[in-house]
């Protein structure tokens, strides 16, 4: 957790008044008790990646991104007002106390929005398994915008929405929608231009596999992790460029259904970014020794004429993309593998 | 193996010309079938690595570089004319066929040497254990040119030799020193100035741990994979500069005998090394998931206030670097470990 988040600056206060200026009801009339706002998000992958910020107050990325979205994993968040001094939150219906770090950044996320004298109850749930290694703070912050905006009844567009979640954290910009999401990075200092959008293109054949790897240390957070590799890895100079060029040649290959074109960027991406980590100093490297066996098994399917890639974030799992052709010796290959068609709801 | 190596270029045959021009006693003499030529060279680890080549065919590199050599590791060779009408070439007591990859290439080196209507017979022994993952054709083309000295009687100087052992394998230019040396890039295109020197500097304390890793994948050789990293790696771009920068910072480290500023520039070295190959296209990993485990164990050390780096070169094996105060520390959390002392023979 950042200490940037911990407290909410002027130039987050003008970011926020900008996206929500002309929807402010709230201000207008009172939100009673008996009141709640409900939102829903799915966790999202990003095909080519997010690594670094041009502005760490406003989560402003140095790149664009393109994700998937995976339906039926992701967060489901209630909120509504009370008169209590202090905003209670429940993660998995576990009340949680008011010093943990998931309260604190979520109470300093919720000050943007707060009416005078008044406090959040806030009940998420993620329906993604902690373990399986999928971000949840994307979903999180998507979820509980939505939330927000159905409680306030801003009626906002989803993308005045993925500002507010970009907000809080710089991922759940996307996960806003379900299919494919395109982040841009945006030009502005203000923030503004920097959202997410759909892509209307659908992909019923491709498949996501999901590969747990357990942990044995404590990983460095992604929003350390990334200030971390722009200060200290020489490397990183190329990556931003490197990340537009990839995004695009990934647009193309959504756009035109070529698995393969997808599959060799996506990797070729998610490497490029760990490579920036790994020559980061103190070294950054989130693979475990599991997770570099399981890359090897998919380069030895590869070897064997299969069409399967990996993609990892900041953590230790893999996740794999290949068609429905696939499937078989995919869950041949790996036992322990959960798998999800975004497109193809079975 | 690459072709490059299998035929000698006009190129290559003017650089040898340059190197030995006014040292050819061999034109004027008749060599006996008598003399022999003996030739003894040191492996040696890079501490600032060399990875792409600004000329392939003479073999020079993109940046500078700086080593330890290990005494004791390395090869012997003994060469001799003989009337034959091929070389004959035994790699530790083993003839090999003239087909072997390593005949090819060796043939297609002395080539450059060879008198006419003339083959050679080579004696070559690695005192490297072959599993230990220590490059044997820095030290091999190292022998190899100190015995062709011996036996042609060039008395060429070791800058020179070590110009010669440059093309059979870059980094053997810096096998023909103890201690510590310097290979510099160089500027020239005729590739005069890209020699190995040493640096007149011991460090008793220092120790180099080699663990052995098991490779279970045939890894690309390092002539293909630096090629397609410099083709195919967009991050690659920043690379030769920091090579240059971290060698400065070892120089320095050397000279003043810094442990931890020589060990966390070695390490940040080899890591963004190895960065630049992962981010290659397809790409190059050759870490092994025991190599993960290794690391994993020197950054637990570290943590738990134990100096001790690692580097490594193309293959999975780590190469530690300690004091010597930190011996048995190493030696109980690596079972399995050679330590050697490069000042200070026990």
């Known amino acids: 957790m950042s200490l940037i988040m911990t407290t909410t600056t002027l130039k987050q206060q003008v970011f926020v008044h ?35 910020k041009r502005d760490a107050t406003l989560n402003l990325p140095m790149n664009s991104s ?45 000050n943007f929005f707060r009416p005078p004298n008044s406090a959040f109850q806030v009940h998420t749930t993620n329906t993604v398994p902690t373990a399986a290694g999928l971000a949840s703070s994307a979903s999180g912050y998507a979820a509980l915008v939505l939330a927000l905006n159905d409680l306030f009844q801003w009626q ?9 979640a970009r907000l809080g954290s710089g991922s759940a910009s996307r996960s806003l929608y379900s299919g494919f999401a395109i982040w841009h990075r945006g030009q502005q200092d203000n923030g503004l231009d920097s959202y997410a959008e759909p892509i209307d293109t659908q992909w019923p054949e491709l498949c996501i596999g999901l590969i747990k790897i357990n942990v044995q240390q404590k990983p460095i957070s992604s929003t350390t992790g990334m200030q971390n590799t722009v200060n200290t890895c020489d490397l990183y100079q190329a990556w931003p460029q ?12 959504i756009y035109i259904n070529d698995f393969e074109k997808l599959g060799e960027t996506v990797e070729h991406n998610a490497l490029s970014m760990h490579a920036t980590m790994m020559a980061t100093w103190p070294p950054i490297v989130y693979w475990q020794p599991e997770s570099l066996a399981a890359m090897q098994t998919v380069w030895l399917l590869r070897q064997q004429g299969i069409l399967v890639y990996f993609t990892m974030d900041a953590g230790p799992n893999l996740k ?9 010796a995919i869950m041949q290959a790996f036992g322990d593998i959960q798998i999800i068609m975004p497109f193809n709801k079975n």
Chains 1, 2 share one sequence.
């Open 18 to 52: 900008h996206v929500i200026e002309h929807q402010l009801p709230h201000n207008n009339r009172l939100i009673t008790t008996q009141e709640y706002g409900i939102g829903q998000a799915p966790v999202n992958i990003a095909l080519s990646k997010y690594w670094g």
């Open 66 to 110: 393109v994700s998937i979205s995976l339906p039926d994993l992701g967060t489901k968040t209630t909120i509504c007002i009370t008169s209590t001094q202090q905003d209670a939150i429940w993660l998995n219906n576990e009340l949680l106390s008011n010093n943990h770090p998931f309260c604190i950044r979520l109470t300093a996320f919720l």
């Open 156 to 164: 906002l567009s989803t993308q005045k929405l993925s500002l507010l």
């Open 242 to 253: 490197q990340a537009e060029k990839n995004m695009q040649t990934i647009l193309e290959a």
């Open 320 to 328: 794999l993309l290949f068609p429905e052709t696939e499937k078989p």
